[in-house]
């Protein structure tokens, strides 16, 4: 049986890893990986893979950036060539960046079996481009692997057949603690970012790179104002997306001292930072779940989210996109310490 696995973006990869590694001890299995392109900075993909042990992919198709509908054709154009010429019999993809969706797309079109990895999530939110990309991919796909129960609720609320959806825990975990192990045996020093590290849970570690939030000034003044002030008795250490970077340039956002700018960082040193952290501040949906694996709190600065189980059992609050909004809810961590959370049922490295 061929299958061909899909990854195009930072958050792709770290789901592909342990998918790969196990795909390869299966008799009569040929996994081919797939590798779209969509992160093309070198910083952003190649030392991911680097990071997460993947190797060098089968087929590279150099999508690059451009709109939502210039890369989505362009991967949908050089993909289908891919399929023509392998003939698998399954595609394998994973999360919701648009590679998911093209090539799911492609697929089904093709005739080939779709399986789609962290099926079933939803936000509700018809303005983020993932959950257009969730939505449709379930709506194509013949398997769906769930992370969490409420992505099987979602799936059989839509009309998906019970029997076609399997809940699995999460693959992401299982290269997280792949890699916790991996770093435990490692001085972590070495990192070049390894002197920026205070003490522990003496400080904060932020990510922040939605175009919800980066992409109009006011809402990124807001949520700098918000944290310009956290960093008044937490410092913060900030690996700075390219696109944020970009919106800080063009929107003149002025950064406290105390918020550490970094440049993106590998999968290993970006965990060696946020492991030890007093809180995440976040808007990605991965570390919301990442550090409710390892019990780290964490304040997502969004409205809503597709990962609930991270409210509901984990480390995990939302704190909204404003300036007041965030305040209260660091108020909230402040005055209440550590939010205590479990981890979900089959998160389990396994």
Excluded at 193 to 220: I, Q, S
Excluded at 299 to 313: A, F, G, H, I, Y
Aim: charged share 25%; glycine share 8%; hydrophobic share 40%.
């Amino acid at each position: 049986m061929k299958v061909l696995l899909v990854a195009g973006a930072r958050p792709n990869f770290m789901k592909v890893a342990p998918i790969l590694r196990a795909m390869k001890g299966v008799d009569d299995l040929e996994p081919l990986l797939v590798h779209t392109g969509q992160h093309y900075d070198e910083a952003m993909s190649a030392l991911f893979f680097r990071d997460l042990g993947i190797p060098e992919p089968d087929v590279y198709l150099e999508a690059g950036s451009g709109t939502h509908a210039e890369q989505t054709g362009r991967i949908m154009v050089a993909f289908e060539k891919v399929c023509q010429k392998e003939k698998p019999d399954w595609v394998v993809v994973v999360g919701d960046v648009n590679s998911t969706l093209a090539c799911a797309i492609v697929a089904k079109k093709a005739g080939v079996g779709v399986a789609h990895v962290e099926a079933g999530l939803r936000s509700r939110d018809m303005t983020m481009p993932e959950e257009i990309n969730r939505i449709v991919t379930d709506s194509i796909s013949d398997l769906f692997f769930v992370t969490e129960q409420s992505g099987v609720d979602n799936l059989l609320a839509e009309g998906k057949l019970a029997e076609r959806i399997h809940l699995v825990g999460h693959v992401m975990v299982d290269n997280l603690l792949h890699q916790l192990r991996q770093l435990e045996t490692q001085d972590g020093s070495r990192f070049a970012v390894g002197g920026y590290k205070p003490e522990p849970k003496t400080y904060a570690f932020l990510t922040l790179h939605r175009p919800a939030n980066v992409g109009d000034p006011e809402t990124f003044r807001g949520i700098v104002r918000a944290l310009n002030r956290i960093a008044e008795s937490h410092k913060i250490l900030f690996p700075v997306h390219p696109r944020t970077r970009r919106r800080i340039d063009a929107f003149g956002i002025a950064l406290s001292d105390r918020i550490v700018q970094l440049p993106p960082l590998g999968f290993q040193e970006s965990l060696y930072l946020w492991k030890d952290a007093a809180v995440v501040l976040t808007d990605s949906g991965g570390l919301q779940e990442e550090t409710t694996a390892l019990g780290v709190p964490c304040l997502t600065l969004r409205d809503n989210t597709e990962r609930p189980v991270t409210v509901t059992e984990g480390t995990n609050t939302l704190a909204g996109t404003t300036t007041e909004c965030i305040l209260a809810a660091w108020e909230a961590f402040c005055r209440n310490g550590s939010k205590a959370g479990r981890v979900p049922a089959l998160w389990d490295g396994r």
